[in-house]
């Protein structure tokens, strides 16, 4: 068990560590440039799903929910109660316990 552990907490690490610091066996070295545009790639990836997640929701807001307005009321506000008994009240109100 002891060496199970050390192999998980120690030797893997080190061995990916020493592994992706060779040049031969990562991804060939690439230009400024070359990175520059795999970055503009993934962050034009971003913004575009980004945009679509956006206009799906509110495809999905416009037209498939429900609006539920609530007319104000002073008495509805979330001013906090002078006692007790008012906060009580305030309670079997809100939660229509009548």
Do not use: W
Not at 50 to 61: C, R, T, V
Not at 74 to 84: A, F, H, Q, R, Y
């Amino acid at each position: 068990m002891k060496h199970k552990n050390l192999l998980i907490k120690f030797i893997i690490p080190a061995a990916v560590i020493i592994i992706t610091a060779l040049p031969g066996y990562c991804a060939p070295a690439s230009t400024i440039k070359q990175t520059a545009i795999k970055f503009l790639f993934a962050m034009g990836g971003v913004a575009l799903s980004s945009f679509l997640i956006f206009a799906g929701l509110s495809f999905y807001n416009k037209f498939f929910v429900e609006r539920k307005y609530i007319k104000f009321n002073k008495e509805d506000s979330l001013s906090t109660p002078d006692n007790v008994d008012d906060a009580v009240n305030f309670f079997i109100r809100k939660n229509k316990l009548r």
